[in-house]
């Protein structure tokens, strides 16, 4: 994608107009935007010019040429500031770097609270809505310990599993970040108001990439905890059961190449049958203490770094590999890269340049760390 840094402010109008397009999803927007330097330059393009990018026909074609509703995107600005929320899109330097690597990340983030909070490492804790006082427990007890080790804890604002994970994290003086499947002036449920006011008064974040005003429909919250599980270094299911938005959570975590956690239950509780089940099907790691989590998503100085910081040579440099070896460890010299990000950059699909960083790393030449990236030892 041709544009990763930060677009001017002034942007967010174009990037809020683009959602206005009613034919136009984020696909389509994201092609567009790789055409251009600037977003305005998409509204200043004739409809053949439109025409000629890939998966713009003359429909939607038409539609950019004619489009008159900058009135209505003043107004959705104007609310947003007069809401207390700010504007996230994907260009800015500050979107949270794990979100961006999922397949479709959100092109535009509400915010309530401290945007910074998006970029801290962070762990998701799902649950039922039902969930008994085991679940609740485990839950609050998980959020604490993950906040006393510095970690954010990322859920939905929904009562039960996620309402305790909040709570416990604000009650230990953490940081939180609800992610909810309305309009960031729609708080779902009501009863959650105040906690989602103290999870910004904390210095979380509430956030949402449905428009103002958007109801909590059914469909949007499967839609959303895409993001729930996609800005995370892993997922923890804390209660769940067989079906429900819990177990989307978790698959969507696998599919996004994270971690999955599960609290075990005993047999035949209720409303939490489908963590045994992920457990037994292999979908998840059964943790019992924070350290289990730890142990595989745990933020560390690689020794590739340490020996950079010493003025040591990289192990790379002392064996004697091949060129396309050597090639895949002078780009990882950059640091930490997640799989699909360093075959773009090595021009080798993924599923061919694997072979070759299992034997690097049975030289010791690199690691793998958790969501498939590698480094340098």
């Not at 079906?243 to 509780?269: C, W, Y």
């Not at 409303?271 to 979908?283: E, F, P, V, W, Y």
């Not at 100085?301 to 950079?308: F, L, P, Q, R, Y």
């Not at 890269?337 to 599923?351: F, T």
Request: with cysteine; aromatic share 6%.
């Amino acid at each position: 994608m041709s544009h990763q840094g930060k677009i001017p402010q002034a942007a967010v109008r174009e990037f809020v107009a683009l959602h206005l397009t009613s034919m136009l999803g984020a696909q389509r927007i994201r092609l567009l935007l790789q055409k251009v330097d600037h977003p305005q330059d998409i509204f200043r393009m004739d409809n053949r010019e439109l025409q000629s990018i890939y998966g713009i026909g003359p429909k939607i074609a038409d539609e950019i040429v004619s489009f008159d509703k900058w009135d209505e995107v003043d107004r959705i600005l104007r609310s947003t500031r007069e809401t207390g929320a700010e504007l996230m899109t994907f260009w800015d330097e500050d979107y949270p770097l794990l979100l961006r690597e999922i397949y479709d990340p959100p092109l535009l983030l509400w915010i309530r609270g401290y945007r910074g909070a998006l970029r801290t490492d962070g762990v998701a804790i799902v649950g039922t809505r039902k969930a008994g006082q085991y679940g609740r427990d485990a839950a609050r007890h998980f959020a604490e310990e993950l906040c006393r080790v510095g970690l954010t804890v990322v859920s939905g604002l929904a009562y039960g599993i996620d309402g305790e994970a909040h709570r416990a994290a604000v009650e230990a003086g953490g940081c939180t970040v609800a992610v909810l499947g309305s309009g960031i002036d729609t708080i779902y449920p009501s009863g959650h108001k105040k906690l989602a006011a103290d999870i910004v008064e904390s210095g979380g974040a509430v956030i949402s990439e449905f428009p103002l005003g958007t109801d909590p429909d059914a469909g949007n919250f499967p839609v959303r905890n895409r993001i729930v599980s996609g800005m995370t270094l892993g997922t923890l299911v804390a209660a769940s059961g067989i079906a429900g938005g819990s177990m989307i959570t978790a698959k969507l975590a696998l599919d996004q190449n994270r971690e999955v956690f599960v609290v075990p239950h005993p047999i035949g509780t209720p409303n939490a049958m489908g963590c045994n089940s992920l457990i037994q099907r292999g979908m998840g790691k059964l943790v019992q203490n924070v350290e289990d989590i730890l142990s595989e998503i745990d933020v560390h100085v690689s020794a590739g770094e340490e020996s950079a910081a010493s003025g040591g040579t990289p192990k790379w440099r002392s064996v004697d590999l091949d060129e396309p070896s050597a090639a895949i460890c002078r780009v990882l010299e950059e640091g930490s890269l997640h799989i699909d990000v360093l075959a773009e950059k090595v021009g080798v699909p993924p599923h061919k340049l694997l072979p070759t960083l299992l034997e690097l790393e049975m030289q010791e030449c690199v690691c793998q760390r958790s969501g498939k990236k590698f480094e340098l030892l």
